[in-house]
């Protein structure tokens, strides 16, 4: 797939500013840092149009991969579900970039009215006609969401694949309700990239060119807060389960000692290098259009 895309050269996602110093290679890729912001991010990076032919072809398409997606992906899910039910019994929820659809059905098994935004053709037609759920082609701005109108707003390995981060966390802003939250679930991999690299050990953990950026829980913070978000909690959220051993061993491993070392410092203390969940309210007192 990397032949096939159509590289550009961009200014900082987050600041604008021209320019970025190396930080690491993956093959032909470079993910630089901004000097400005200290964003992390893929430069050259796809052009919006190849990004959108690639996710047409980034998730699996058998019905055994599938499965051992949703068993992927499904102890995240659970947690995050988990967790909502601390804001709300109820209500209405937004999932971009629902994938197949297993946490919208999940979150309607549970009484709320969810529906989905998916770029992926193939795993929307899935949510929609086998799993029954509401789900709209990507990306979400094509929607066209009215303002103040969810309750909750999840994106699970979302923001790390976007061009435009900023616009995404914007719109997300709009269309929540005052005093409604944000779920972000996100990869942090440059400190365990920089260990890596420490040991000369060689490897691909950045997934480029499909993640456009490395977002750490200070930038994340930063840009929600810009926008108009408050109340921000980081937790680790559960861990993933890769089909391939050695990743699954060293996800259980890296998330299970996150999480240990997360409790045990009274919830002060994040690893970094896995990934992470942040919560983020919009205030009680905007109302958007
Ligand atoms: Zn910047």
Redesign the pocket.
């Given at each position: 797939m990397e032949m096939k895309m159509k590289m550009e050269k961009v200014n900082?996602p987050?600041?604008?500013?021209t320019g970025g110093k190396l930080l690491h290679l993956e093959g032909s890729f470079q993910m630089v840092r901004?000097p400005?912001?200290?964003?992390i991010f893929l430069n050259p990076r796809p052009t919006v149009e190849s990004l959108h032919s690639f996710y047409q072809q980034y998730l699996p398409e058998r019905e055994s991969s599938i499965e051992s997606w949703k068993k992927m992906m499904n102890p995240v899910f659970h947690r995050a579900a988990s967790l909502l039910k601390h804001f709300r019994e109820e209500g209405r929820l937004l999932d971009v970039g629902s994938g197949f659809g297993f946490f919208l059905a999940e979150m309607k098994d549970r009484g709320w009215e969810a529906v989905g935004v998916e770029i992926s053709r193939k795993a929307m037609d899935y949510g929609r006609n086998i799993l029954g759920l509401t789900i709209h082609p990507g990306p979400m701005e094509d929607a066209a969401f009215p303002d103040n109108h969810f309750d909750v707003v999840t994106g699970f390995y979302v923001i790390e694949h976007l061009p435009h981060p900023m616009a995404f966390l914007k719109e997300c802003h709009r269309i929540l309700k005052p005093g409604g939250l944000l779920l972000l679930r996100y990869p942090h991999t440059t400190p365990i990239k920089n260990l890596l690299h420490f040991f000369g050990v060689k490897n691909r953990l950045y997934d480029l060119p499909a993640h456009l950026s490395d977002f750490s829980p200070k930038m994340i913070q930063q840009c929600l807060e810009k926008i108009g978000f408050a109340k921000f909690y980081h937790l680790i959220g559960g861990y993933t389960l890769p089909r391939d051993t050695g990743k699954r061993a060293a996800s259980i491993l890296f998330g299970s000692l996150s999480e240990a070392l997360f409790y045990l410092s009274r919830r002060k203390f994040l690893l970094p290098g896995v990934s992470k969940n942040v919560l983020a309210f919009k205030k009680e007192n905007v109302m958007n259009g």
């Open positions: 900082c987050i600041c604008d500013r901004c400005s912001c200290q964003f």
